[in-house]
């Protein structure tokens, strides 16, 4: 039961109109940064370039989340460049 909870919590949020997909998974890029969590980062890049983030706004939303999250964050900005060069080609910014 709780399961369905969290699933049906998660459709909603996710079938929210005020943000779109890109602005969604930008968020959620950094919060994947500042959660420390490699496998996090690493889908929601990909994530977000399927919704057209570009190669400024996904590192953007990784600051982000270091001015936030301070020195620990700022140590998986090297996981996100890495997943940002696996799904972002360089000639598409």
Known sequence: METDAFLGFLQKAESGKA???????LINVALAVAAQCEWCIAFHVE????AGAT???????????VIMHGGPAYM???PLLEAIDEFLPKDSD
């Open 55 to 65: 190669r400024d706004e996904i590192v953007e939303s990784g600051f982000m989340a």
């Open 19 to 25: 943000l779109g997909i890109k602005e969604k998974e």
């Open 47 to 50: 994530q977000a370039v399927r």
């Open 76 to 78: 998986y900005m090297t």
